[in-house]
C-alpha cells in the first residue's frame, strides 16, 4: 500500500467501510438509504482514484439499491444476495486495485444479473443466488433446524456456536460460518447474537422471526451517547454495535435510530457532518430515553425553498405545492406542449406514468405543464420518446429547478489541439517511463547482483545486501508511482477525449445541400433523415468521416435511387429516402447510411468488375456475395458510365473505406435488390489510438491493426493451401529470415505474411502523416511508441504486390526455422 | 489526408514586420562536401542523430519519419533530394527541423555549421559551374573565402510528389 499518499489511503479506509456497511446491511436489515448512500459513496471514490472496474460495478448496484430506495423494487433475497456477490467482487477488485494497482473490470455475469434486477426481469431462475441455501440441500435443512433449535441456547453456551459453524461451513455457507463463529469469539456477544439473527431473518424471510434474545441495550446506547462528540468513524463502530444488538432483542424501533446514526457517521462528505452536527442532542437524548425510538421526522432535510428562478417560472398558485414535492425529494420538471390539437391526448398518458401535474402555464400554442417527478432523466426521456416518437406535441421536456449551467467558456480549437498535443506527448513520456521501469534488464542486473552476492566476502556481501535492498525499495516505489501516473493518464485521457467532441449533426449539417444539388441534378426526390444528431463524436473521426459521408449520399443518389416513374411504377413513393443514423455503442460508434433504392445487383457489380480488369472470369464465378460487395470498394471501380458532375470522375466508395481504415473501423454493405442499400460504419470512438500488433521486418518495427489479426502461427502450421508471402518482399525490403506467420483478414481472404518476429500488442497513438505519405499504398498511419520511436501503421488491404506474389510464394519455399536465407 | 477547409495551422501566419537582419540569417549546412545553407527563420531546431523511420514504398527522398516532442515530422534526405551519392555507412546524419506551411520536415545534412547574416545584394545568381543536381534547389550563391554557399530553396526542396 502506499503509505505517502493521502488520496490512496483515504480510499483504502473508506472503501474498506463502506464495503463492511454494505455487507452487514445487506446481510441484515439496514435501511435501504444507507446501502445506496455507502454504495454511492463507493462509485464517487472509485471514480475519483479512476478506477473504472469498481466505478462500474458500483454503479450498477448503486441502480439497484435507488430503485429500491424509490420503492420500485422491492429488497427480497434475490436482490440482497445479488448486490452481497457485487460486495464480494468490489472488495476483491479493492485488494487488486490497492495492492497492485490493477483496474479489474467486473465479471459481466454479474453486471448482466444487477442490470437485470434493475430493469425489473426475473432472475432467481436464471442464476441461483450463491450464497443462499436451497431448501433441497439435506444438510443446509438440517443446519436450518438446528439453528432454529439451538438458538436460544446461544446467549448462554456461546460453545456451542463453533459445532454449528461447522456444520454451516460443511453446507458451505461461509458467511453464516463466519457470524457462528463470532459468537463464540467475538467479545461483544449480544452485537454478535444480532449480526447471527439478522442473517437468519434473511436466509428464512418467510419463517418466523429467529427467537429474540434477552437482555438490555442500556450499555450499548450508553457508549453511542459517548461517542457521539468524538470521531465519526468510532460513532459509526458503536452505533452498529448498538443496532446489532437491538437486532438481537428483535427491537426494530432502537435499531432505526442506531442506523441513523450510523448512517450519517459513516456518510462521507460535509453534508452528512453537519446534520450529525445539528442532531447531535436530538440523538444524545433520544439515546437517553427509556424507549429508543428513531428520529424519523427530523431526520429529513430541511424542505429547500423554491429557488428564485423556480420561483418565477412557476405560477405562483403552483409554489407551495411546488416546494412540497420538492422536499419530498422529487424535481420539477417542465414539458411544453405543441401546438397540435392532439398534444394533450398525447401528453396524458405521459403524464400519468411520469409524474404529478402541478400546474401549468404559457400561451396554448407552446404551454408549460410543471410536473413534479422522481424518476431519472433518462427514464422520463425514454417515456416521453415513448408517447410521442415524432416528438411534435411533447416538443421539449427540462428540468424547471435546473441549476443555471455551468458557464461556458469559448476557445480557440487551436488551444484545444494544443493541449491534445501535450496530452500525446505526455502519454508517450508515460509510455516509456513505464518501459523503462519494467524493463527486462533491470531485472536481470537484480538477479545478477543478488548472484554475486553469494560470492562476495561477508562484509562486502552485507554490504551490497543493503543496497540492493534500497535499490529494490526505490524501484518499487518507481513502479507504483507509475501505475497511479497511469491511472491518472487515463483519466486525462477522457478529459482530453471530452475537449475534443462534437455533436454528429455539426457533422450531418452539411449533407442536405449536397443532397439537394445532387438530386435536383438527376432530377430525383429524394429526403434524408439523420438520426442521433446528438451523438458526442471524436474530432478525428469526425475529420476523417466529412468527406466520406458526402460521398455515400452522391452515391446513394446516383447509383442507388430510382428516377421517380421507375419508383412509381414497381410501387415505391417517388420520392426516395436516406436514413442516416449515428449510434455510440460500448467503445464503438456506429454510423448506418440506407437509401430505399434498387440494391445491388450482383451481375452488374461482377461485369463492371470484370471490365475494369479486376477480376477474371473464373474468380467473378467463386466469389461470395460479400466478396462481390467488397469490390465495389476497390479503387478505380464505378458502376455508373457516364461521368457526372456530382460524383466525379475516378472517385469511388474507395474512399468511404479507406477512412473507415485509416479510423480503425470498418464498413460492409448489406443490400436487397429492389428495396434498399445500407452502407454501414462500425468505427472506434477515436482515431486516435489503435490497438496494434507490432512485428519486425528488415530490423524496423511494423505495426498491423490488431483487428485484422486472425491468428499468429509458426512456420510449419500454416494450412495446405494457404499462399504465403514475406513482410519483406511486400515492403520491398531485403529478405531476412522469418520466424513466424501472421495470417492477416482481408476482404480478399486472409493473407499469410512472414515476419522476422512478432513484436508485443499495444496501443499505438497514431499521429497526422505527411499529406504526402499518407496515401502511400499500405500505409495506414504512423504511430509513436512507448518509447517515442515512430512506427509505421500498415494497412493490410492496400499493401500492394500481393496479387502478384499470392501465387510465386509458396509454402514451400518457406524456410525452415533455423535454416538461413541467403 | 483529408481536405479540410481550416487546417489547425491556419493561424500560424508568417512573422510579421520581419527585420532584414533577421531575415538574412542563413545556417549553414554541409551536403556531400557542399556549403550551402537555409534561412534561419524556417529553422524550428537541429537536431544530433535520430531515430528515424523507415517508410517503405514513399518516394526516395523521403527518409521516414521521425518523433519531435510527439510531433511526427516527415525526414527528407538532402543527399537523395539532391541526387547525390549516399552517405557512407556509420557516417551520421544532422537533422534540421524546418516548418513550411505548418508542417513540420527534418532536412538530413552531413553536418550544420554556423548562422551567417548573408545580404540579399551580395547574392549571386546560379554559376554555370554549378552541379546540376544543386540548380533545381538553388536560390543562388554566395562567395565564402574560397568557398561557394549555395542557398538552398526550402519549399522547392520540399515539395514532395503530393
Redesign the interface.
Known amino acids: 500500500m502506499e503509505a505517502d499518499d493521502p488520496l490512496w489511503q483515504e480510499f483504502a479506509a473508506e472503501t474498506a467501510e463502506h464495503l463492511d456497511a454494505l455487507e452487514t446491511g445487506l446481510a441484515g436489515d439496514g435501511a435501504v438509504d444507507v446501502l445506496f448512500r455507502a454504495m454511492h459513496s463507493l462509485k464517487g471514490m472509485s471514480a475519483a482514484i479512476g478506477a473504472h472496474g469498481i466505478g462500474t460495478l458500483a454503479h450498477k448496484a448503486e441502480d439497484v439499491l435507488g430503485l429500491a430506495r424509490a420503492g420500485r423494487l422491492a429488497l427480497g433475497p434475490p436482490a440482497r444476495s445479488a448486490l452481497l456477490a457485487a460486495v464480494d467482487c468490489l472488495r476483491g477488485q479493492r485488494v487488486a486495485l490497492l495492492e497492485h494497482r490493477q483496474d479489474q473490470a467486473p465479471p459481466p455475469a454479474l453486471l448482466a444479473r444487477l442490470g437485470a434486477l434493475a430493469e425489473g426481469r426475473p432472475m432467481a431462475a436464471e442464476i441461483p443466488p450463491p450464497s443462499l441455501p436451497t431448501r433441497e440441500d439435506p444438510l443446509r435443512a438440517t443446519l436450518a433446524s438446528r439453528l432454529a433449535d439451538e438458538l436460544p441456547d446461544l446467549q448462554a453456551a456461546p460453545g456451542r456456536a463453533h459445532r454449528l459453524a461447522d456444520l454451516a461451513r460443511e453446507s458451505q455457507m461461509w458467511r453464516l460460518a463466519a457470524l457462528l463463529d463470532g459468537v463464540s469469539t467475538d467479545a461483544d456477544r449480544p452485537a454478535a447474537l444480532g449480526r447471527l439473527r439478522r442473517a437468519l431473518k434473511l436466509l428464512h424471510p418467510k419463517e418466523q422471526p429467529p427467537h429474540r434474545f434477552a437482555g438490555s441495550l442500556h450499555q450499548e446506547a450508553q457508549a453511542v451517547r459517548m461517542a457521539l462528540p468524538g470521531p465519526r468513524a468510532a460513532l459509526g463502530r458503536a452505533a452498529e454495535i448498538l443496532a446489532a444488538c437491538a437486532d438481537a432483542l428483535g427491537d426494530e424501533q432502537a435499531e432505526l435510530l442506531a442506523r441513523q446514526i450510523q448512517d450519517l457517521a459513516m456518510r462521507t462528505g460535509e453534508e452528512p457532518a453537519q446534520r450529525l452536527a445539528e442532531l447531535r442532542d436530538d440523538f444524545a437524548s433520544a439515546l437517553a430515553a427509556p424507549q429508543l425510538m428513531p428520529l424519523v421526522e427530523r431526520l429529513r432535510p430541511a424542505p429547500p425553498p423554491l429557488t428564485p428562478g423556480l420561483a418565477a417560472t412557476l405560477p405562483p398558485s403552483t409554489h407551495a405545492r411546488a416546494a412540497a414535492a420538492m422536499a419530498a425529494g422529487r424535481r420539477i420538471w417542465r414539458l411544453r406542449l405543441g401546438p397540435l390539437p392532439t398534444a394533450e391526448a398525447i401528453a396524458e398518458p405521459f403524464l400519468a406514468r411520469a409524474g404529478e401535474v402541478r400546474g401549468g402555464a404559457g400561451p396554448p400554442e407552446a404551454l408549460d405543464i410543471f410536473m413534479a417527478s422522481e424518476l431519472p432523466p433518462e427514464e422520463l426521456a425514454a417515456l416521453r420518446a415513448e408517447a410521442d416518437p415524432d416528438g411534435g406535441a411533447l416538443t421539449d421536456l427540462s428540468a424547471a429547478d435546473a441549476p443555471p449551467p455551468a458557464p461556458t467558456m469559448r476557445v480557440r480549437q487551436d488551444r484545444i489541439d494544443a493541449v491534445i498535443a501535450l496530452e500525446a506527448e505526455l502519454r508517450a513520456a508515460a509510455l516509456s517511463l513505464g518501459d523503462a521501469i519494467t524493463a527486462p534488464q533491470a531485472r536481470a542486473a537484480f538477479e545478477d547482483l543478488a548472484a554475486l552476492q553469494a560470492r562476495l566476502p561477508a562484509a562486502a556481501a552485507a554490504r551490497l545486501a543493503s543496497g540492493l535492498e534500497r535499490l529494490r525499495a526505490a524501484s518499487g516505489a518507481a513502479e507504483r508511482a507509475q501505475g497511479r501516473l497511469s491511472i491518472a493518464l487515463g483519466q486525462l485521457d477522457e478529459a482530453v477525449l471530452e475537449l475534443r467532441v462534437m455533436p454528429f449533426s455539426s457533422l450531418a449539417m452539411r449533407l442536405p445541400r449536397v443532397l439537394r444539388a445532387t438530386a435536383e441534378a438527376q432530377n430525383k426526390q429524394v429526403t434524408l433523415e439523420v438520426r442521433g444528431e446528438e451523438v458526442q463524436i471524436d474530432r478525428s473521426l469526425a475529420d476523417l468521416l466529412a468527406d466520406p459521408l458526402l460521398h455515400l449520399v452522391r452515391n446513394a443518389v446516383d447509383h442507388g435511387i430510382e428516377p421517380a416513374e421507375e419508383r412509381i411504377a414497381v410501387g415505391k413513393p417517388a420520392t426516395a429516402r436516406l436514413l442516416l443514423v449515428a449510434e455510440r455503442l460500448p467503445g464503438r460508434l456506429v454510423l448506418s447510411f440506407s437509401d430505399d433504392g434498387r440494391g445491388i445487383d450482383d451481375t452488374v457489380v461482377l461485369a463492371r468488375a470484370r471490365s475494369r480488369g479486376l477480376i477474371s472470369a473464373e474468380i467473378a464465378a467463386r466469389l461470395s456475395r460479400e466478396e462481390i460487395y467488397a469490390l465495389l470498394f476497390l479503387p478505380g471501380f464505378s458502376t455508373r458510365d457516364a461521368i457526372n458532375e456530382t460524383s466525379g470522375r475516378g472517385v469511388g466508395l474507395d474512399v468511404v473505406q479507406d477512412a473507415a481504415r485509416r479510423a480503425g473501423g470498418a464498413v460492409r454493405v448489406e443490400s436487397t435488390l429492389g428495396q434498399g442499400t445500407r452502407f454501414i460504419l462500425d468505427l472506434p470512438l477515436t482515431a486516435a489510438m489503435q490497438p496494434v500488433l507490432l512485428v519486425e521486418a528488415g530490423g524496423q518495427p511494423y505495426a498491423l491493426p490488431a483487428g485484422r489479426v486472425e491468428a499468429v502461427i509458426r512456420p510449419e502450421q500454416l494450412p495446405q493451401g494457404q499462399a504465403l508471402t514475406t513482410l519483406e518482399a511486400v515492403l520491398h525490403l531485403p529478405l531476412a529470415e522469418s520466424s513466424a506467420i501472421v495470417l492477416v483478414r482481408r476482404p480478399a481472404g486472409l493473407l499469410a505474411l512472414a515476419v522476422e518476429r512478432v513484436g508485443r500488442r499495444t496501443d499505438l497513438l497514431l499521429k497526422p502523416l505527411h499529406p504526402a505519405l499518407a496515401g502511400t499504398a499500405g500505409v495506414g498511419g504512423v504511430g509513436v511508441l512507448g518509447n517515442g520511436e515512430p512506427v509505421l501503421l500498415l494497412e493490410p488491404d492496400s499493401l500492394p504486390g500481393e496479387a502478384a506474389s499470392a501465387g510465386s510464394f509458396q509454402a514451400s519455399r518457406f524456410p525452415a526455422e533455423g535454416t538461413s536465407r541467403p | 489526408?483529408?481536405?479540410?477547409s481550416?487546417t489547425?495551422?491556419d493561424?500560424r501566419a508568417p512573422p510579421p514586420a520581419v527585420n532584414s537582419e533577421a531575415a538574412s540569417m542563413m545556417l549553414t549546412l554541409t551536403v556531400a562536401g557542399q556549403l550551402c545553407a537555409v534561412p534561419v527563420l524556417a529553422v524550428r531546431d537541429v537536431l544530433g542523430v535520430q531515430?528515424i523511420?523507415?517508410?517503405?514504398?514513399?518516394?526516395p527522398e523521403?527518409a521516414?519519419?521521425?518523433?519531435l516532442?510527439?510531433?511526427?515530422v516527415?525526414a527528407v534526405d538532402l543527399r537523395s533530394r539532391l541526387g547525390l551519392p549516399a552517405r557512407e555507412p556509420g557516417q551520421v546524419a544532422m537533422s534540421v527541423v524546418v516548418e513550411v506551411g505548418g508542417?513540420l520536415?527534418s532536412l538530413l545534412a552531413d553536418q550544420v555549421g554556423e548562422v551567417l547574416t548573408l545580404h540579399a545584394e551580395d547574392r549571386a545568381p546560379n554559376p554555370q559551374t554549378l552541379d546540376p543536381a544543386w540548380k533545381e534547389f538553388a536560390l543562388g550563391v554566395h562567395r565564402q573565402g574560397d568557398q561557394l554557399l549555395v542557398l538552398l530553396d526550402v519549399d522547392q526542396l520540399l515539395a514532395?510528389?503530393?
Open positions: 489526408m483529408q481536405t479540410n481550416a489547425p495551422t493561424h531515430v523511420t523507415r517508410i517503405p514504398l514513399a518516394p523521403v521516414g519519419s521521425l518523433n516532442r510527439g510531433r511526427i516527415t508542417e520536415y514532395l510528389g503530393v
